[in-house]
């Protein structure tokens, strides 16, 4: 079934006060008010340099005939429609996580050139895959990353408690569809994982790797995750039977093998 988000005159304004959206509070004044921002506002929060903005998707613009990506890539516009959740948290992440955005762009661009405007690779869709869902995952454990290749949640995020509260492991929201169904209270979260083990800037790693084609390259290379289970993310993290409960933690796929993370 399709999301449809709540709308912005009704949506339960104490959701921005948790995880994962209380991580985008330097933009709680674009999230909580009354009115939506206007594109002009958004395009103010990018960097003085960069080579794209924000434009306002409309059938003047879509008349131009392009590809989504092509007219990111070709002429800098990232088409955003007005009055609209999803592309709003589109817009923020690009401010965020501009690197990342480039990256999947030049992915998604030269597989445009391969296959043409209508047919979509297994590289395509895993990269769509990130965009819309990913999540940044950092972990120095060894044993954490053997709980989650065994889909022992209950290791990973109860034994494991400690490392996900000092921020030893740590979680950051990239895919913009899933800020958005953040919007909903008590809504199960499962993130599209890309995982770095080690101490590094695991955002600007994870750019480096999609950049050269050295990773997403197939929907299968992402993990999925439950981020409702980090400690905190939901009001049912300090209950252990959650872990045991919920529909959100599922066991693994016979015959599932997930690629190594990246160093």
């Known amino acids: 079934m399709r999301y449809v988000a709540p709308a912005r005159d009704?949506?339960?304004?104490?959701v921005l006060a948790s995880p994962p959206l209380s991580h985008w509070s330097a933009f709680a004044s674009l999230l909580e008010g009354d009115t939506w921002p206007e594109v002009q506002r958004l395009n103010d929060l990018l960097p003085h340099?960069?080579?794209?903005?924000?434009?306002?998707?409309?059938?003047?613009?879509?008349?131009d005939g392009?590809?989504?990506?092509?007219?990111?890539?070709?002429?800098?516009r990232i088409a955003t429609r007005p009055d609209n959740w999803h592309d709003l948290f589109n817009a923020l992440i690009w401010v965020r996580y501009g690197a990342l955005k480039r990256a999947l762009n030049a992915r998604q661009m030269a597989e445009i050139e391969r296959m043409g405007p209508r047919e979509r690779s297994r590289a395509q869709c895993a990269l769509t895959h990130f965009d819309e869902a990913g999540i940044v995952v950092?972990?120095?454990?060894?044993?954490m990353l053997d709980a989650w290749n065994a889909h022992d949640w209950h290791a990973l995020f109860w034994t494991h408690r400690a490392a996900w509260m000092s921020g030893e492991a740590r979680v950051e929201i990239f895919g913009h569809a899933?800020?958005?169904?953040?919007?909903?209270?008590d809504k199960l979260l499962v993130g599209k994982a890309l995982?770095?083990?080690g101490e590094c800037d695991a955002v600007a790693r994870c750019a480096e790797a999609i950049a050269s084609g050295a990773i997403l390259n197939d929907p299968q290379e992402l993990r999925p995750l439950p981020v409702s289970g980090v400690p905190?993310?939901?009001?049912?993290?300090?209950?252990?039977?959650?872990?045991?409960?919920?529909?959100?933690?599922?066991?693994l796929r016979?015959?599932?093998?997930?690629p190594e993370p990246l160093r």
């Open 10 to 14: 009704a949506f339960d304004r104490g």
């Open 138 to 143: 950092s972990l120095r454990d060894k044993a």
């Open 49 to 63: 340099h960069a080579d794209v903005r924000f434009v306002a998707q409309d059938r003047d613009l879509l008349a």
């Open 66 to 76: 392009l590809h989504y990506e092509e007219r990111i890539a070709r002429q800098g």
């Open 195 to 197: 995982v770095v083990m």
């Open 178 to 185: 899933l800020l958005e169904h953040a919007l909903t209270p």
């Open 254 to 258: 016979v015959g599932r093998v997930y």
């Open 232 to 251: 905190g993310w939901h009001e049912r993290t300090a209950d252990e039977a959650f872990y045991a409960e919920a529909p959100c933690f599922q066991p």
